[in-house]
């Protein structure tokens, strides 16, 4: 069996901070009075989490699956589909009845819902996620055909190539919001184009490629994070602070509203992308390094990291309820009610994986 890498294991940990910063924020984009500052950390700062999932689902599937073996599709694909389809069908279901109570909608229920929620990742805000990586595994033999002839043409050319398609593509695509009539008339097709960002995997395809190519060159990757820190936190430290400039200067000089903003900077956007791959490199080095404060807090996040990121919108929904019903949700601040947000979802994926484990 192969060995777990503690790198890659704990970085789950930090971007699920950054997950739940960016849902917490989310309530600041749409707060006129909010702080600058505040969405620039949790709107701007925070956008590397979700790519860098993938990132890490890239490594792990590379490492595991490398391509010297033998890839039995059928196996492999019921694993995936143990460990992340089932788990995702059951949440998306779970989402769905809690909102049709919370409504008193049953319409939420009907069949054909159901069907379109989970094809397209919609039961909740951010399950998408999931939806995509299941793309990510269906279509992994492609993925190991194009890792082949990236490096059979060479990866200091094929990954450059990669990501100015990654970056050509999200251009595209944020301009293609105004369809021709064969695509408009039809439902279908209308629905596969405007909610492509929920499933079509190729948005991020660059940065999960990158994870292969990592566990395919893993010796290097660590000469890199060991050898080279003043250059990566330069790195980080530049594209941090260029994604900040914009911020501020789209804010105040073109007074741009924040959810245009954040729009623009968005994870897929190159300031975005550049910044994801800088983060990545800046928080592998530090935990490479071992010199962080919570090792062991950092750990047990990361190992019940899946569990939070299914449940943690649960919370974030009640205890905005439970405020504005009575203090106001102005009254507290944000930075409280995100640390409330994630130690009650990291207490109730404690539970349920003791309740697992008595149950094994």
């Not at 890498?5 to 917490?24: E, K, S, T």
């Not at 069949?111 to 397209?120: A, D, E, G, K, R």
């Not at 941090?240 to 900077?265: I, S």
């Not at 994630?342 to 094994?360: D, I, M, T, V």
Request: one cysteine or more; a positive charge; aromatic letters at 18%.
């Amino acid at each position: 069996m192969k060995q777990r890498n503690l790198v890659f294991d704990n970085l789950r940990g930090i971007c699920m901070l950054g997950v739940i910063a960016i849902h917490v924020g989310s309530m600041a984009v749409s707060d006129a009075v909010a702080s600058p500052f505040l969405v620039l950390i949790t709107n701007i700062l925070s956008r590397y989490s979700v790519p860098a999932f993938f990132f890490i689902s890239g490594y792990g599937l590379f490492y595991s699956k490398p391509l010297e073996e033998p890839l039995h599709y059928g196996s492999f694909l019921k694993k995936r589909m143990k460990s992340i389809g089932r788990p995702y069908l059951l949440a998306s279901l779970f989402y769905l009845c809690y909102y049709a109570l919370l409504n008193r909608d049953p319409n939420v229920l009907d069949p054909s819902n159901i069907l379109f929620s989970l094809f397209f990742g919609t039961a909740q805000y951010h399950i998408y996620f999931l939806v995509i990586l299941i793309w990510f595994y269906l279509l992994f033999p492609l993925w190991r055909s194009l890792m082949g002839a990236m490096e059979k043409i060479g990866l200091k050319v094929a990954l450059p190539l990669l990501f100015v398609a990654q970056v050509l593509l999200f251009e595209g695509n944020f301009h293609f919001w105004t369809y021709p009539d064969w695509i408009a008339s039809s439902p279908a097709l209308l629905n596969l184009c405007n909610y492509r960002l929920n499933y079509f995997p190729f948005f991020y395809l660059f940065i999960f490629m990158l994870g292969g190519v990592i566990a395919r060159h893993y010796e290097g990757f660590k000469k890199l994070i060991t050898r080279h820190k003043a250059l990566l936190m330069a790195f980080f430290a530049a594209s941090a602070g260029f994604n900040t400039w914009l911020f501020y200067r789209w804010t105040f000089k073109w007074q741009m509203p924040y959810e245009n903003t954040v729009n623009y900077l968005q994870q897929l956007s190159l300031p975005g992308l550049v910044y994801t791959i800088a983060s990545v490199l800046f928080f592998s080095m530090v935990i490479q390094s071992g010199r962080y404060p919570l090792k062991g807090a950092l750990k047990e996040m990361s190992d019940r990291s899946f569990p939070i990121y299914l449940i943690h919108p649960i919370f974030i929904d009640q205890l905005e309820y439970v405020l504005n019903r009575t203090a106001g949700i102005q009254q507290v601040p944000m930075e409280a009610f995100y640390i409330a947000v994630l130690l009650l979802s990291w207490g109730c994926a404690e539970l349920w994986h003791r309740f697992r484990a008595s149950k094994a």
